[in-house]
């Protein structure tokens, strides 16, 4: 079985300069794993994964923890400090470029399913684009699909 046969072709996906907030949304409103990142041709740039928001430190500015508690904390923005409301504001202007992992892993259409069963074992990732020869996004597929493949329907 290869990997066409198991994909989502009708993928979610971010710009570069949509907000990490937007990105957040469409994560949680979706109920999904990972949003690819793409250019107006639908090359693969990146992609962010919900665990994104909680581990990954991509830049020196932007360390999201970090922010989600400080504004915890700012009940009152009014009364936070100068350097807090730099930090609010350099947390409101992040973009997905700015956390999302640019050199991620793909697989292939016509890939099997066994070799996406390697790459998830190797990575640990739950959902991996899928892109064609001119690395241009054409799907995505995950754990769940690779599962659904796997177990037979009950008839």
């Given at each position: ?26 994560i ?18 990146g ?36 350097d ?13 470029g ?54 037979p329907?009950?008839?």
């Open positions: 079985m290869n990997i066409s046969e198991i994909m989502t072709r009708e993928v979610i996906t971010a710009k570069e300069d949509d907000s990490i907030v937007d990105v957040a949304r469409l949680s409103a979706n109920k999904i794993h990972a949003v690819p990142v793409v250019d107006d041709r639908m090359f693969l740039l992609i962010i994964a919900e665990s994104d928001f909680f581990t990954k430190n991509a830049s020196e500015e932007i360390y999201i923890p970090s922010y989600i508690e400080l504004l915890q904390k700012l009940r009152f923005p009014e009364m936070a400090g100068v807090e409301k730099e930090e609010v504001r350099t947390l409101l202007l992040a973009k997905a700015d956390i999302m992992t640019k050199d991620c892993v793909t697989i292939g259409e016509t890939d099997d399913v066994k070799m996406l069963l390697d790459m998830i074992r190797k990575t640990g990732y739950s959902s991996i684009p899928v892109v064609d020869d001119g690395l241009r996004l054409v799907g995505i597929v995950s754990v769940r699909d690779a599962l659904e493949a796997l177990v329907e009950k008839g």
